[in-house]
């Protein structure tokens, strides 16, 4: 069965008002725009033993690799291939039928692969079962030229294992704004085959011309994920950045993998907590207010008291995991409430008034734009 059978733009608004794109998959159909937990916050769900599920229908596995080393590893070192395709089998084998799995090999930027690397990542996923097949970019800064041969080369070889298999080749979004271009525009050529391409997240306040470059493809009936996200710019500005980027035509947003393990600030009451309401990260004791109830409807805040998840996170080890514990519980939390964030942004966008939405959100009036004002003022 084909893991993705068609996408289709079911509703556009212009300029820049989002998309809902309906993608027909072999597990159901996903609407956008909608978030797609990782691995990281799956682990974080078993770390505090929180059984309910998530009803997400596409879940990524994600994977840093820290430089070009640890990928030749894969191919270069008795069993290290074996090691990492068991681990990923596993992590498959827990969604198979319930959602459509997707790979994500995290790579730092700057990285250069060659076609043996990227036929070891092809490989890696096609044996660990997935449904889309990531299509790694050779390197951010390579040539259009260089880019079409290994989506070339990496398709042909994906569809001769398995032609029901989806592909998603990725590009960066934090690379040279032409080169982006030309990229996109080559990927694109292929609406109706191809049915989804990635992109390797920045910041949309940095690298805005493609993003804007994005949109200009709005109207294309291919599903555009975004991968590697960091949830706000810098503790200085807690925006919730991945509510930001549907406006450009992103339709489904992942978390990256953390730079390093959240470490030990020693204190939990500044554990950042996705807020709803203003769709910012406030710290979780700030985000509670005097009532100390966590002010949201997800299974794990639900009628509870900022004390009593203390306690019971307290409760799963010592001290000093207590503030991991914590962290975890935020982030399983941010799954269902920021999934349900953006089922709201998708009814606003389906009512043409998802610019007016943002501005009833601290975390993303700083996306707002110049022509958003001037319609503003029209509007007045
Ligand atoms: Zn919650």
Not at 270 to 292: K, L, S
Not at 329 to 344: L, N, P
Not at 356 to 368: H, T
Request: with cysteine; hydrophobic share 35%.
């Amino acid at each position: 069965m084909k893991r993705i059978s068609k996408v289709r733009v079911e509703h556009r608004d212009e300029p820049r008002g989002g998309r809902i794109v309906r993608i027909a998959t072999s597990v159901g159909t996903v609407e956008t725009p909608t978030r797609a937990p990782t691995s990281t916050e799956l682990n974080a769900k078993v770390n505090i033993h929180f059984e309910e599920p998530w009803d997400n229908l596409v879940f990524e596995v994600a994977s840093r690799f820290l430089d070009v080393a640890q990928v030749q590893a894969l191919h270069q070192k008795n069993g290290a291939y074996a090691t990492k395709r068991r681990a990923l089998a596993a992590q498959v084998d827990k969604f198979r039928g319930y959602a459509l799995t997707k790979y994500f090999p995290q790579l730092a930027l700057g990285t250069t692969l060659d076609a043996r690397d990227v036929r070891t990542l092809l490989d890696l996923q096609v044996e660990a079962g997935f449904d889309v097949i990531s299509i790694p970019e050779p390197s951010s800064s390579c040539t259009l030229k260089r880019f079409e041969e290994n989506l070339d080369r990496s398709w042909s070889y994906i569809s001769a294992q398995d032609g029901d298999l989806a592909v998603m080749p990725y590009a960066s979004m934090s690379q040279d704004p032409a080169a982006f271009k030309a990229k996109l525009t080559a990927l694109v050529e292929h609406e109706g085959d191809l049915r989804a391409i990635g992109l390797h997240f920045a910041s949309p306040l940095t690298f805005r011309p493609n993003y804007l470059t994005l949109s200009e493809f709005g109207d294309r009936d291919v599903w555009f994920h975004s991968s590697g996200g960091r949830r706000y710019p810098s503790p200085r500005q807690p925006l919730a950045q991945l509510h930001a980027i549907q406006r450009f035509g992103v339709d489904s947003v992942s978390l990256g993998v953390p730079q390093a393990p959240v470490r030990g600030d020693p204190d939990w009451r500044y554990v950042r907590y996705f807020d709803r309401g203003t769709v910012t990260y406030p710290r979780i004791q700030e985000a509670c207010g005097r009532e100390a109830s966590l002010p949201c409807g997800c299974p794990l805040c639900r009628h509870r008291k900022l004390d009593d998840l203390v306690s019971h996170m307290r409760s799963l080890g010592n001290q000093d995991e207590l503030v991991l514990r914590i962290n975890d519980a935020a982030r399983v939390h941010e799954v269902y409430a920021s999934t349900a964030e953006f089922e709201d942004a998708r009814r606003a966008i389906r009512e043409g008034r998802l610019v007016r939405y943002f501005r009833r959100k601290a975390g993303l009036k700083p996306f707002l734009m110049p022509e958003d004002n001037q319609a503003r003022l029209v509007l007045e």
